[in-house]
């Protein structure tokens, strides 16, 4: 197993999230902390693409969206003086999974580019409905004054709140890769890799998109949530449409419909934009061209490139 | 006289000017293996397309074991018991040939909202898809990647997942298109047993084939069946020859 | 009611906007089969190509020519060096390496004109106003957008049902190798085609200059509303490009005119002072979805089955 550079890669990348802390309350460099919070977070957005992306085929460039609202339940919720976590967690969630329902009840009767295209137009209408909410902020944003409150647990704390993102990331990694080899993850893989096979052995196809298409959504709710919580804010650009690029990004740059590739990528992306900014401000004339060449020339990711060649 | 199996009743089809199926009636009755025949372009393709779901049609009706399944969806067609096989094969490449027959199998068991356990590890799944691919001759293939089998494996394939279904009707498109001679003598052999539990209906080119399979043989031409009966009357009736001698098709139809 | 007549006059002006961009997006799809995100960066490039040139010159005609001309010549040079690669590959590959193109742009321009945004001022025999109906008066400028619009759509209606090119585009991009079968420089005509794309995105751009001003960004906002045109009248089709973006315009501008006025009449102000702003940016996409409902392919899509 350690023949595989795969999964040495992904054993160095946990080792080092893991003692992360430690380092940092050592060093006291906490920007170190933050910026990783947020590779977190971020990563478990990028999972949640990843199964409805990387496995179903389903090329959703609205999926911030979700980030939007589980942030923006929290954030309301906070605001009307809602601060408990066990109100506002399952809440963003039940929300998330609503929207996911509606939004892909529409766009799944498409394929293709519509599908593209169509999910968003859904985005970019949920992201002008945020900007329209006065009460909550409208462009600039809603500031959050205390974060989900949890009894013992003290999300303030940047090391427990590090860990409990951690520990969810991996539970829905864990998750992920369960679903993916179910029988319910059989009918989504089969139904990218062959829809017209899949409907000619009596699979209804749409529905079981569509229950894909709502545990993305809610899964990336979640990621919301925590969002909220880092940031102690929310605004409508959590939700635009460039940052739903950036998570089609980070699946692609780690490698689609691998477990870890989604973590990887995120990784990648956020310390390669971290390290380019530092360079120059112009750093997107960088990676705009390094994204054509990488779809051009390296396409399986990070991960597709340690793949061990057989013999 | 019980009702036919299949029944197909003035099905229509037309893409803007062109008539593709024309009035076409046609009954197929349990237990026969009855096979159509036709120049290309005869509509063939379009007609399978009809009794599979995948094309609408103006206007005819397709009744199956007494139902009407003019207007249902393809899936809900496989789920009543018609399975079909693709002419160009339709598989799952990147899996192995035992995934995509096992895949089948699920299909039809039950619905497949289940979230956790490994479908690889299911007994009631891959029994039933190993079963079918002995029985189709792929049985030491079963962990085989799909992308890396032959052509003739890959029609093989495509008779085991319809299989799988445990169907009470095969819809075959012309399963030994691009077969050599070996291979195409198998593949008979192998629908000369099938053809004593299932209905079939069998799209041919291949003449010897249909002619040492078929109970019955319709004749499409531009979309209408223009003889049906058994194979020595077809094979005697002239309005056939002249469609085929007439389009100058080099096929045999040796008496 | 003159106002009324006045957003009915905008919303055609929106929606002949729309058309150009919307035209050039279908025909790039419809001929290859290419999803083309960078579709707006083309349009904002007009625009900074059309202030930059009218500055240079002086003459607003002359910023006109050049503008056309270098949208051409930029949208081609793309094609040649990014775009040809990505045909017959996923849609995936296309929004990324698109995607990718917008970053680029977005970053170029700002490198090139800075952060803030440019005017482009209207010459006198544009700025004035005419009187189209009694107590009417509507700006020449809106007008003449309205005019070369429809001039475009008379023109690409003749391009496409008359010509051998026309043909081409007709036969659709499903195969390129057939075409190219036929004897046709299929490279040349890709190329050709996405030019001509590019020109009108940068038409749209230029003409949308004097009213909004050049912004970075400014194209992914009307790219996406570009993107709920050919929803709604189905991809690949000219003729359903026109009529929705027609649609879409009047549907948008009169809407956001009218719309926190009557839920008035349902809701209390304080209601309605929040709704009216949310719905009315919502508006479009909700009857994207109604339309997504009842008819999941658009109203005019190229191909039926």
New interface residues.
């Given amino acids: 197993m350690m023949r595989d550079p795969r999964t040495a890669l992904v054993a160095a990348l946990l080792i080092f999230l893991g003692l992360l802390p430690v380092y940092v309350m050592a060093a006291g460099n906490n920007f170190l902390l933050i910026l990783f919070t947020r590779i977190i977070i971020l990563a478990l957005a990028a999972t949640s693409l990843n199964l409805i992306?990387g496995y179903g085929g389903m090329?959703s460039?609205g999926h911030a969206v979700y980030l939007g609202v589980g942030g923006y339940v929290v954030g309301i919720l906070a605001k009307e003086g809602i601060n408990t976590g066990i109100i506002q967690w399952p809440l963003a969630l039940l929300v998330s999974a609503l929207f996911a329902l509606i939004i892909g009840a529409?766009?799944l009767?498409?394929r293709?580019?519509?599908f593209?295209?169509?999910t968003?137009?859904?985005a970019?209408?949920l992201y002008?409905?945020a900007?329209?909410?006065?009460?909550y902020g409208a462009d600039d944003g809603l500031t959050i004054n205390h974060r989900s409150q949890f009894g013992l647990l003290n999300l303030s704390n940047k090391v427990v709140f590090y860990y409990l993102c951690l520990a969810l990331l991996l539970g829905v990694i864990f998750l992920v890769a369960?679903?993916v080899?179910?029988?319910?993850?059989?009918?989504i893989r089969?139904a990218q890799?062959?829809e017209?096979?899949?409907?000619?052995?009596?699979?209804?196809?749409f529905r079981?998109r569509l229950?894909c298409f709502v545990i993305a959504g809610t899964l990336c709710g979640l990621a919301g949530v925590l969002l909220a919580n880092h940031t102690d804010f929310v605004s409508p650009a959590m939700m635009h449409?460039?940052r739903s690029?950036d998570l089609?990004?980070m699946v692609?740059l780690g490698g689609m419909g691998s477990a870890f590739g989604p973590l990887i990528g995120a990784v990648v992306l956020l310390v390669l934009e971290e390290a380019l900014s530092g360079i120059t401000e112009?750093?997107?004339?960088i990676?705009?061209?390094?994204?054509?060449l990488?779809?051009?020339f390296a396409?399986g990711g990070i991960v597709g490139m340690l793949r061990p060649r057989h013999a | 006289m019980p009702e036919p199996l299949l029944q197909i009743e003035g099905l229509t089809k037309r893409f803007g000017g062109i008539v593709a199926s024309d009035n076409v009636t046609l009954p197929v009755v349990q237990g026969e293996l009855h096979a159509i025949i036709g120049p290309n372009g005869a509509g063939k393709t379009t007609l399978i397309g009809q009794l599979t779901g995948e094309l609408s049609s103006q206007s005819g009706t397709i009744r199956f074991g007494g139902q009407d399944i003019t207007a249902l969806p393809v899936w809900q067609r496989s789920l009543r018991g018609l399975a079909r096989s693709f002419q160009i094969t339709s598989l799952f490449l990147d899996f192995t040939a035992l995934d995509n027959v096992a895949l089948a199998v699920q299909a039809h068991a039950g619905h497949s909202f289940h979230f956790w356990r490994d479908a690889r590890q299911q007994p009631d799944l891959r029994d039933p898809a190993h079963a079918a691919l002995e029985r189709v001759g792929l049985g030491r293939r079963a962990d085989a990647l799909v992308a890396n089998m032959s052509h003739g494996e890959h029609r093989q394939l495509e008779i085991a997942m319809a299989l799988a279904t445990k169907p009470r009707m095969l819809l075959l498109d012309e399963p030994m298109a691009g077969m050599g001679v070996e291979e195409s003598a198998r593949m008979v052999e192998l629908l000369r047993e099938l053809k004593r539990e299932l209905t079939i209906l069998l799209i041919e080119h291949d003449m010897d084939a249909v002619f040492a399979l078929a109970d019955r043989i319709s004749v499409l031409v531009y979309g209408r069946i223009i003889a049906s009966g058994e194979p020595a009357a077809i094979r005697a009736n002239p309005d056939v020859r002249r469609a085929y001698l007439g389009e100058q098709q080099a096929v045999t139809l040796n008496g | 009611m003159l106002y009324f007549i006045e957003q009915c006059l905008n919303g055609l002006q929106v929606g002949m906007l729309l058309f150009l961009l919307a035209a050039g997006l279908t025909l790039i799809f419809g001929i290859m089969n290419l999803v083309n995100l960078a579709h707006g960066s083309l349009y904002m490039l007009g625009a900074y190509f059309a202030a930059t040139f009218a500055a240079w010159t002086g003459s607003f005609l002359a910023a006109v020519v050049l503008t056309i001309a270098t949208t051409l010549a930029v949208g081609m040079l793309v094609e040649i060096i990014a775009m040809r690669r990505l045909y017959g590959r996923d849609h995936l590959d296309h929004v990324l390496g698109t995607f990718g193109l917008i970053l680029f742009f977005n970053e170029a321009v700002r490198l090139i004109w800075g952060p803030a945004g440019l005017n482009l001022a209207l010459p006198p025999w544009l700025s004035s106003w005419v009187e189209i109906i009694p107590d009417v008066f509507y700006p020449v400028y809106r007008l003449s957008i309205i005019v070369v619009a429809l001039a475009v759509a008379v023109f690409l209606y003749a391009l496409v049902m008359r010509t051998r090119i026309g043909m081409l585009i007709r036969a659709g991009a499903s195969d390129r190798e057939m075409v190219g079968a036929l004897g046709v420089n299929i490279k040349l005509l890709s190329t050709f085609i996405f030019g001509i794309g590019a020109a009108l995105a940068g038409l749209a751009g230029l003409m949308q200059a004097p009213i909004l001003t050049a912004q970075i960004g400014m194209g992914e906002n009307i790219l996406i509303v570009t993107f709920v045109v050919i929803i709604i009248g189905g991809i690949g089709s000219i003729r359903g490009a026109f009529i929705a973006s027609i649609f879409v315009g009047l549907t948008d501008t009169v809407g956001r005119a009218f719309l926190p006025d009557l839920l008035k009449l349902v809701l209390s102000p304080a209601g309605a002072s929040t709704a009216g702003p949310a719905l009315s940016s919502m508006l479009i996409y909700l009857v994207m979805a109604v339309i997504l409902i009842v008819r999941p392919e658009g109203l005019f899509p190229a191909s039926s089955k």
């Fill in positions: 992306l090329v460039f529409l766009s009767r498409t293709g580019v519509y593209i295209m169509i968003l137009a859904f970019q209408m002008y409905v900007v329209s909410l006065d009460r369960r679903l080899n179910s029988r319910f993850g059989f009918a089969g890799s062959n017209r096979r899949m409907r000619a052995i009596g699979f209804p196809v079981y229950v449409w460039t690029g089609i990004v692609v112009y750093w997107q004339i990676l705009g061209p390094l994204l054509l990488i779809v051009l396409r």
